[in-house]
């Protein structure tokens, strides 16, 4: 069930469109999603409130490692796009390499655009495109206390 959720750009634009001409509303958040954890759920079932069908662009291994590191990602994309898509929130999940999702969110067209709450409206990539045709761009409060980075340093600190 899971990898059926998962779909290339191609896939998933022509998907979009088919929901946007039966009217629904699609969500759109993008991330790492590393090391998953309970502020990521918290995240992802907010954002879903926000539409009909929610779509999570996850970075590929190779975008994680020129904005985290050499040492980052600890989960392969895959396993991280099957985790998301086993969730009940996630409708589909794309994998995308390049730096930002400014491609996938020019492609996708979404109805809102949402980030996590440690973004300014203004930091929101894609923004001004999604803005131009009257959607809505969006963030949501994290749920405090957990970040990849820091269970990275709680692991590190218990076990290393």
Not at 6 to 18: A, H, M, R
Not at 23 to 50: A, Q, W
Request: aromatic content about 10%; charged content about 30%.
């Amino acid at each position: 069930m899971t990898a059926k959720k998962i779909k290339s750009l191609t896939e998933l634009k022509k998907i979009v469109q088919g929901l946007k001409r039966e009217d629904k509303k699609v969500v759109f958040t993008n991330g790492c999603f590393d090391v998953f954890h309970p502020g990521h759920l918290y995240y992802l079932e907010k954002v879903k409130t926000k539409g009909d069908f929610l779509v999570v662009a996850v970075n590929s291994n190779d975008s994680i490692k020129r904005l985290k590191g050499a040492k980052r990602p600890l989960v392969d994309e895959w396993e991280r796009a099957e985790m998301l898509a086993a969730l009940e929130c996630v409708d589909w999940v794309t994998i995308f390499s390049e730096d930002t999702p400014g491609k996938v969110i020019r492609e996708l067209k979404p109805d809102v655009l949402i980030k996590g709450g440690d973004y300014s409206l203004n930091e929101i990539v894609g923004r001004d495109f999604v803005e131009s045709y009257k959607g809505k761009v969006l963030t949501v409060p994290l749920f405090e206390g957990w970040s990849s980075t820091k269970l990275i340093e709680t692991i590190l600190k218990k076990y290393g």
